[in-house]
C-alpha cells in the first residue's frame, strides 16, 4: 500500500541543488555520457562533466545513507549472502566471499562504477528520455533500482517494470514518487527501515519519495 502522506522538504531542495551545481560547473550534457564506466575513467567523467548529476544524487543522498559502510565484509541476515562497502555482494562478477577488505576510497569508486553502469543505464534504455526527468526522480528510480533490481518479473518488479516507471512515462511525476513506496518488505516480511527509506526518511537521512517530491 502506498504512503500518502509525503512531502517536500527544506533538505531535499538542498541535495538536489546541490547536485544541479556540481552539474552546472562541470558543464553536464546528457549526450556526453558514455553506456559504460570503470574506476580508472570514473573521476575523469566527473570533472569532464561527462557524468549524471542524478547519479551523484542518488548515491551521496539515497544510496550511501541508507546503506551505510563496511569495510571488511559481512553477513547480510536478511538477504542471506555476504556483502561489503556499501551493500555491494559482488565485485568483479565474483560473490564477496569472508575476508575481503577495501577502502573507503575504493568503496565509493566500485559504487559510482555499479550505479551508473547496472542501474542508470538500464532505467536509460527502459523510460524514453530518462535523462531530461526531474533530477530528483531520477535519483529516486536509481536508488529503487540498487536496492531491488532495474528489471525484475510481472509478479516482482523491479525499477523498470514499476508502477513509477510506467507514471513516470506518462509524466506523472508527482504520483510516481509516491507509487515507490509501496516497495517496504523482504523475503515477504514489513521492514520498518525499508518504510523509512521509501517515504520520508528518518531524522538523519532523506526518503527517496521525500526527495522525489523535493524535486518538482
Known amino acids: 500500500m502506498v504512503m500518502k502522506n509525503i512531502k517536500a522538504s527544506r533538505r531535499g531542495k538542498y541535495a538536489i541543488a546541490a547536485a544541479l551545481l556540481s552539474a552546472a560547473v562541470t558543464f553536464w550534457t546528457a549526450s556526453s555520457a558514455p553506456e559504460k564506466v570503470t574506476t580508472v ?47 555491494e555482494t559482488r565485485i568483479n562478477g565474483k560473490p564477496v566471499q ?10 565509493y569508486d566500485i559504487l559510482l562504477v555499479r550505479v551508473y553502469n547496472d542501474y542508470y543505464q538500464p532505467l536509460v534504455k527502459c523510460i524514453a528520455d530518462f535523462d531530461k526527468k526531474p533530477v530528483s526522480l531520477q535519483g529516486m528510480l536509481i536508488s529503487g533500482a540498487y536496492n531491488f533490481g532495474p528489471t525484475g518479473t510481472p509478479k516482482k518488479p523491479g525499477a523498470c517494470l514499476s508502477t513509477a516507471a510506467k507514471l513516470t512515462r506518462q509524466g506523472k511525476y508527482q504520483e510516481a514518487c509516491i507509487a515507490m513506496t509501496v516497495y517496504v518488505k523482504s523475503n515477504g516480511q514489513f521492514v520498518q527501515g525499508l518504510a523509512n527509506r521509501r517515504g520520508n526518511g528518518d531524522a538523519r537521512r532523506i526518503g527517496e519519495a521525500e526527495l522525489c517530491r523535493s524535486g518538482l
Open 98 to 107: 569472508p575476508g575481503m577488505r577495501f577502502t573507503r576510497e575504493q568503496c
Open 41 to 87: 575513467t570514473v573521476h575523469e567523467m566527473i570533472q569532464a562533466g561527462k557524468f549524471p548529476p542524478a547519479v551523484k544524487l542518488a548515491v551521496d543522498t539515497l544510496i550511501i545513507p541508507w546503506e551505510g559502510l563496511v569495510l571488511s565484509s559481512h553477513w547480510d541476515r536478511y538477504a542471506k549472502i555476504w556483502d561489503i562497502c556499501h551493500g
